[in-house]
């Protein structure tokens, strides 16, 4: 058996510093080219995830901002902090927690694949009655439904009484339906700290992409967000994936077995380890 390539964790690093923009001259300067980056990636986090590498927002814009500046657009739109809000308000892309319950950005070109995957569909009533989601997210569902978009604070008031374990159910609530797709962030404010408004994910895309979301084959969706991630991330290893992506194991074996024979990714050696790399690179 042919043995893999090998590349080192140096050359690793390196591709890598590029592919993220973290290297002088490639850096976001403004939301424009943030809205260009999540194009070129597909998705990407907002903030770095503690054991993994992968593409973000904050390391690719290292602007520091003064706090009394804060609120100045011209600021903002320089800012990494601020786009978590204007990106999905301008409508550039989808954002919701989704990858390990972080804010996740998704282009519109891959926003059918991740829905073929992880969500649960819009019609919740039956979800809810076949005790799969909770009775704080049905709470939440029905207003958003209700109201259409709504920011965080009216949200929690029309939510429930005031309270800590409530408060944390209302929480709990939001994370679970974002890492479902049934709702995402529709904007916000920068007042304070950030205040999100929130909308039904079949509302705020819109007919026409849940319609093309719908035709998506849920397993070829798998494949596809794999080789997309692994051009991201230059390599990874199939465990690596399977945390970030919250798969089986097995599925990503699975997946993988489809994948390697078909010539759509390959293997290599980074310090003895076995990682998986693309093809090619777009």
Not at 186 to 205: K, Q
Request: proline share 5%; aromatic share 10%.
């Amino acid at each position: 058996m042919k043995k893999p390539a090998r590349i080192s964790p140096r050359e690793l690093e390196r591709l890598r510093a590029r592919r993220f923009r973290q290297v002088r001259g490639r850096y976001l300067k403004d939301q424009a080219d943030a809205a260009r980056f999540v194009r070129e990636m597909g998705f990407l986090l907002l903030m770095s995830v503690q054991g993994a590498e992968l593409p973000n927002l904050a390391d690719a814009n290292p602007t520091e901002v003064a706090w009394d500046d804060y609120h100045d657009l011209t600021i903002n739109a320089r800012w990494w902090w601020a786009w978590k809000v204007t990106l999905p308000g301008a409508r550039k892309c989808y954002q919701a927690r989704l990858l390990r319950a972080r804010p996740t950005f998704i282009s519109w070109r891959w926003f059918p694949a991740f829905y073929a995957v992880y969500s649960s569909g819009p019609d919740y009533e039956d979800a809810y009655q076949a005790g799969l989601m909770s009775r704080a997210e049905r709470r939440v569902l029905d207003l958003l439904k209700e109201r259409g978009p709504t920011d965080t604070r009216s949200l929690r008031r029309a939510f429930g009484p005031v309270g800590k374990d409530i408060s944390r159910e209302f929480e709990r609530a939001l994370v679970g339906l974002q890492s479902s797709m049934r709702i995402c962030v529709a904007g916000g404010s920068l007042e304070g700290w950030t205040i999100y408004r929130w909308a039904l994910t079949e509302d705020w895309v819109g007919r026409q992409r849940l319609d093309r979301a719908s035709r998506v084959d849920r397993w070829a969706a798998m494949k596809d967000i794999v080789i997309q991630h692994l051009r991201n991330v230059v390599a990874a290893t199939p465990a690596e994936m399977a945390w970030l992506f919250r798969w089986d194991q097995r599925l990503v074996a699975d997946l993988i077995s489809e994948l390697l024979p078909a010539r759509r990714i390959r293997e290599t050696e980074i310090s003895g380890v076995r990682h998986l790399m693309p093809r090619t690179f777009s």
